[in-house]
């Protein structure tokens, strides 16, 4: 990230680039007030939900996490119940410790063979409402950091129906509103708030992305705006908000249609290649019946005996090609829409190459990897003795691992964003998290 590979993707008289400072104004007349839009950017807005398909769309200059905490505070109270998945970002624990809301949490489907969290299964959901029918909320993730999505559709029937807010991170299927290559976007259902973050995959500048409150989302627009008034900033980058609607503008052009086209030929072509030709390193593809929720954009691999932070780092020093994530498990790279046919052509060369070589070396054919074996699950949800909130609050020290055990943990311990934490605030230090924290030790409520 970010998708435009350090690309222009505008359409032609659109020239961000050239001159930014032309754009990088504050609020002056005629340009209207992001907090109380009525003029330009009221239009312009505007003109973004008319292209998604949505009741209200809304710029966002701090990021999908901005969007995904505005949405928290419009939907819920203090003390109410947010049902959640374990692997939701981590932006969504400033939205609990702001609320005051009580976390419900779940954990969603893994495939244990790559070794990944994936989605949240109409059965997952039905069985945790019917534990917790007061829950008034549910969040989740879709797509995953690596493509896997849920069936939105039915996930959403099933919460309109029992009166629950759904509030959808979208935040990396930003490309799916655009094309029918990918999965359907969850702006299309019953959803109440759906977050893109456009520099992700859809082409615009950093720190940009969407809200959108769907038609007939249970969010009134004064209530979201309200709770996005608390958080963004009074000046906000105009730069970044006319890259916003420059990237709309692209992408539901022509030619950001056929750019779309070209990205989805040379990554499909990509993946055949690769996956006809490695021989110790495996790449992902879900089940048939997940086909339809998952975007191939995202090209997940793992290694047959070596972690992937170790081979991953290699391929990143010693050949130049950066990975989006690497994790003991395996390494994740983006074939994002502002990469040309020689980028991947340069992939592809780099990773067969050491693949050979690897085969050469003797590297075994199989899935056993090195690594942490997880925890049972009732260590991956633990005992929440305090809420976030209330956590957040606390004074806390930092102790060494030694003397963490049965310890409540003041801060998040986890990965990477979009990972599966170890902890969150609040939640107390069982004997098997302790394999999983830092060996600098871990900041615990005093």
Known sequence: MPAHAGHSLLLPGVDLA????????????????????????????????????????YFLVNGASVGLIAALLAAIKPGEKVLLP??????????????????????????????LWGAVSLENLTTQLHRHPDVRAVCITSPTYEGIGSDVQELSALCRAQGITLIVDEAH??????????????????????IHSMHKSGGSLTQ????HLPKGSRIAPDVFQQALNALQTTSPSYLLMASLEASVAFLSSAQGQSRIQGLMEKNHALRRHLAETLQTFR????????????????????????PGEEWGAYIESERQIAYESASPEGVLYLANLG???????????????????????????????AGLELPNP???????????????????????????????????????????????????IQEAHLAFLPEEGVLVIR
């Not at 003029?39 to 003109?47: I, R, V, Y």
């Not at 940009?208 to 809200?211: D, E, M, Q």
């Not at 085969?359 to 056993?368: F, L």
């Open 283 to 306: 790449l992902f593809q879900p089940a048939e019946d997940w086909l339809g929720f998952w975007d191939p954009c995202k090209l997940y691999f793992r290694h047959s005996s070596l």
């Open 378 to 428: 009732s260590v991956l949800v633990p005992e929440m003795a305090l809420l976030p909130r209330e956590a957040f609050f606390c004074n806390g020290e930092r102790v060494s691992l030694t003397q963490a055990l049965g310890r409540v943990a003041k801060e998040t311990i986890v990965h990477c964003p979009p990972g599966i934490p170890v902890l969150f605030p609040g939640e107390r």
């Open 339 to 369: 990469l040309e046919a020689e980028d991947f052509e340069a992939f592809r060369q780099v990773l067969q190459e050491e693949d050979k070589w690897l085969a050469a070396a003797g590297a075994t054919d199989s899935m056993a990897q």
């Open 18 to 57: 050239r001159d930014p400072y032309r754009y990088d104004l504050t609020e002056l007349e005629g340009l209207d007030v992001l907090s109380e839009p009525s003029e330009c950017l009221l239009e312009s807005q505007a003109g973004v939900a008319q292209q998604f398909g949505v009741g209200y769309s």
């Open 173 to 194: 299927g930003s490309l799916w509103p655009f094309t029918e290559q990918l999965p359907a976007s969850a702006c299309g259902f019953e959803c109440d708030a759906v």
């Open 86 to 115: 374990r692997n939701v970002h981590r932006s969504v624990l400033s939205g609990l410790i702001l609320s005051g809301a009580q976390p419900v949490w779940f954990l969603p489907e893994r495939l244990p063979e790559w070794g």
């Open 208 to 211: 940009s992305a969407l809200a």
